[in-house]
């Protein structure tokens, strides 16, 4: 039997989330708006094109800097149902499977953000195309990735409104940051209509941004009420669906 006193306890459990939590928001802004934003012009094949094959390294460390997001918002998700199984562990469950499932989404979009390095590549077996089409095929594919990583935001916003639910209902943690929560995956939802997606997107990005800094600033600064989270776990261990 493991000795609970060794265990971790929910305060530091709080705290290795965040610092995950916070990695997840740091890496997608700069695999995102510092390096792709900078070399994909949105419209112009060309443009985006001549950028990529004059910046192949930094491309590709985008791509591995998304892949490193993905893997760290696994983990987040995972950590997350540990942390709120106590409030109601069949919601943290699906919870977690949601958000887990939007990373697998998200992370399969980004084969077709690395498309173009093989399209631009140069290979002998490309000679059948010209240069035009295969800069025409490599924004399509961005545009696909775009698209993708689109219906992967769709699941995290289901995820981010019932993670919301389960930390005003947790007693352990403030219920305003579950109402930030809320109000987060509610934003990340448009995506289920796209075009609404597009135009509110600036908005909704700022709305998730500020509800990241304000769970992972409690988690780390305040913390998880140790007390509260022992007693609500007590209680959930009793129950017939843990």
């Not at 890496?27 to 012009?41: K, M, N, S, W």
């Not at 958000?99 to 690395?114: D, E, Q, S, V």
């Amino acid at each position: 039997m493991p000795n609970p006193i060794a265990e971790d306890s929910p305060l530091t459990r709080g705290r290795i989330l965040a610092a995950i939590y916070l990695f997840v928001i740091v890496a997608g802004i700069v695999g995102q708006a510092f390096i792709a934003d900078g070399l994909i012009v949105p419209d112009d094949a060309v443009k985006t094109a001549t950028n990529i094959a004059a910046n192949r390294s930094l491309y590709r460390f985008a791509f591995t800097v998304f892949m490193l997001e993905m893997v760290a918002q696994v983990v987040a998700s995972a950590m997350f149902y540990d942390l709120l199984k106590p409030v109601n562990r069949s919601v943290a469950r699906i919870t977690a499977i949601i958000g887990i499932t939007g990373a697998g989404i998200k992370t399969l979009a980004r084969a077709f953000y690395y498309a173009p390095l093989i399209l631009l590549s140069g290979a002998p077996w490309l000679s059948a195309f010209d240069l035009a089409e295969l800069q025409a095929l490599s924004l399509a594919f961005l545009k696909i990735n775009n698209q993708a990583a689109a219906i992967g935001l769709v699941f995290f916003g289901f995820e981010t409104v019932l993670r919301g639910w389960l930390v005003i209902r947790s007693e352990f943690l403030p219920k305003f940051l579950g109402v930030m929560s809320v109000i987060s995956g509610i934003g990340w939802l448009t995506w289920i209509w796209p075009p609404l997606g597009s135009l509110t997107f600036m908005v909704n990005a700022l709305i998730a941004i500020a509800g990241v800094i304000a769970m992972t600033g409690w988690l780390f600064i305040k913390g998880v009420d140790d007390t509260k989270w022992r007693a609500r776990a007590a209680l959930a261990a009793n129950s017939m669906w843990r």
